[in-house]
């Protein structure tokens, strides 16, 4: 049994559409939206809705450690156009009917942190599972399923904003990895929290990783545990116990899927 597992696909539905091939399956740990694209700043929805120079200076806003900079220069980017929640709303499900439609049957999919999960509804077909929450058996073996990534604890979501990424609190995220029992292999967008699966080196800060994921190989010990998230981690691989935990890779930039075999 061969499966191919991507995430942080961020817009690439040309490499997508090939992700599958040689594969009995497909697996898509989310990310599917180019949003911000921090390679190609004229590209992604900030891209082409403000321009390549706007992209630019809020991408060295993100540079390094957060602070309140990078979000009050884009809401000083959202004040300037009339409803800009229809202008991402419209943009988003452009992105979504090509990366819904480049993937190949059967993919099993969940969203990550920047996707709306609300609209995948719309673009669900014959062959291609929305697995938020589920396990699921692919080729004999128990895949459990969790997507999202984490809310800060304090942050608050504004309900007005234009556009809402997908964060969970710890609580929420914690009981949906709970509920993913007896499995083979774990799938998440965001990794468990180990230092050198959440450290990025290009953008030179830590990433939220899950205590609950960790708790849960620690528990269950899976063959594998799959995620994306952190697009250049200090290491890509780490094994706890019996289980091998795989940053899969930014698929947006390396475009090839990782295989897992048994």
């Known amino acids: 049994m061969r499966v191919h597992v991507v995430s942080d696909v961020h817009g690439n539905a040309e490499a997508l559409a ?8 497909l697996i898509v740990l989310g990310d599917l939206v180019d949003f911000v694209d921090y390679y190609d700043h004229d590209k992604g929805i900030l891209g082409q809705v403000f321009g390549a120079e706007k992209v630019g200076v809020f991408a060295e806003l993100r540079r390094g450690p ?3 900079e990078a979000g009050l220069f884009l809401r000083s980017l959202w004040a300037g156009l009339d409803d800009p929640r229809k202008v991402v709303d419209e943009a988003v499900r452009t992105q979504y009917a090509e990366m819904f439609g480049a993937m190949t049957a059967p993919t099993y999919a969940i969203p990550g ?17 929305m697995v938020d929450g589920r396990v699921v058996d692919i080729g004999g073996l128990r895949f459990g399923f969790a997507g999202g990534a984490l809310l800060g604890r304090g942050h608050v ?4 904003a234009p556009w809402l990424p ?36 290009v953008a030179r800060r830590a990433e939220m990783g899950s205590t609950a994921v960790l708790d849960s190989i620690h528990r269950e ?42």
């Open 113 to 129: 942190n920047v996707d709306s999960p609300a609209l995948w509804p719309e673009f669900a077909r014959d062959g291609v599972h």
């Open 221 to 262: 010990q899976p063959r594998w545990s799959v995620f994306g998230h952190v697009h250049q981690p200090m290491s890509r691989r780490v094994r706890i116990g019996r289980t091998e935990c795989v940053n899969v890779g930014h698929f947006q930039r390396i475009g090839r899927p990782y295989a897992l075999r048994w």
């Open 157 to 160: 979501l504004p309900p007005d």
């Open 66 to 68: 957060m602070g309140p």
């Open 166 to 201: 997908y964060l969970r609190t710890e609580e929420a995220f914690g009981a949906a990895v709970a509920g993913l029992e007896d499995v083979d292999v774990l799938c998440t967008h965001i990794p468990p929290a180990v230092a050198e699966l959440t450290y990025d080196v």
């Open 18 to 25: 090939r992700a599958g091939d040689g594969a009995d399956a």
